[in-house]
């Protein structure tokens, strides 16, 4: 499960991909200047399919949803972009939250920023970093962070991208696949995994391309 993160006013850790409320939320203002009691009482079905009103429809806390889906095996935490003084806390965060290889086995952080990147490989080197690329050469970025997962704008791989991360120990994972045409040449690309909007749709489709290659 992918999941965007941003800091709150109370710095905790809130799942939102957004810095402000307005498009997904019937609110208005940034993440940072709202609380986690406050950002757990807004109505977070704005920009959403018609789905009936639920006390769930909200933004969460990453404590609070980890708790919530123990069936979830590994967890994609998507760091966005913000404010220096944001990334260095939330690397604080991640490495109090995370504190033993045991505990950070389930989860990757991924994030473009390099702030964070820094202040991770210092605070807590043994939680599994990727680097989100949207250049068609992630490599020098990869290198210099010494990240283990490249996530990249899915139009941006190609055999060779894949191939170069594979020898390096890189895993692949490509984002935002909503089409099946699109997971089909990634499957045949051997990317490691990809983000959709549409799981419903992706996994019967990468479920049917698994068992149409398993050996008879």
Same mark, same amino acid.
């Given at each position: 499960?992918?999941?965007? @993160?941003? $800091? /709150? ?5 809130? &799942?939102? *991909? ?12 940034? #993440? ?10 807004? !109505?977070?079905?704005? /920009? ?6 639920? =006390? ?17 095996? %590994? ?5 966005? =972009?913000?404010?220096? %003084? ?5 690397a604080e965060l991640l490495a109090t939250r995370f504190p033993t290889a045991a505990l950070a086995e389930s989860i990757v952080v991924t994030s473009s920023s390099e702030v964070l990147h820094q202040a991770l490989r210092q605070q807590a080197p043994h939680i599994r970093r990727g680097y989100i690329s949207i250049r068609p050469n992630p490599?020098?970025? $990869? @290198?210099? *962070?010494?990240? =283990? #997962? ?21 895993? &692949? ?7 099946? +045409? ?6 045949? +690309? ?6 959709? !909007?549409?799981?419903?749709?992706? +996994?019967?489709?990468?479920?049917? +391309?698994?068992?149409?290659? %398993?050996?008879?």
């Amino acid at each position: 499960m992918e999941l965007d @993160l941003r $800091l /709150s006013r109370d710095e905790q850790l809130v &799942v939102i *991909h957004d810095d402000k409320v307005n498009r997904t939320t019937f609110n208005k203002g940034k #993440v940072h200047q709202f609380s986690v009691e406050e950002l757990a009482n807004m !109505d977070a079905r704005r /920009s959403a399919p018609p789905w009936p009103p639920s =006390s769930t429809a909200v933004i969460h806390s990453l404590d609070l949803l980890i708790e919530a889906t123990p069936e979830i095996m %590994q967890y994609n935490l998507d760091v966005k =972009s913000g404010q220096k %003084q944001h990334m260095l806390r939330i690397a604080e965060l991640l490495a109090t939250r995370f504190p033993t290889a045991a505990l950070a086995e389930s989860i990757v952080v991924t994030s473009s920023s390099e702030v964070l990147h820094q202040a991770l490989r210092q605070q807590a080197p043994h939680i599994r970093r990727g680097y989100i690329s949207i250049r068609p050469n992630p490599f020098p970025m $990869l @290198l210099k *962070h010494e990240c =283990s #997962v490249l996530s990249a704008t899915w139009r941006t791989l190609n055999i060779m991208t894949v191939r170069h991360a594979h020898a390096q120990g890189i895993e &692949v994972v490509a984002w935002t696949v909503n089409d099946p +045409l699109a997971i089909n040449t990634l499957y045949r +690309l051997k990317v490691d995994g990809i983000i959709t !909007d549409y799981p419903s749709m992706a +996994l019967p489709l990468v479920g049917k +391309l698994m068992g149409a290659n %398993q050996p008879v």
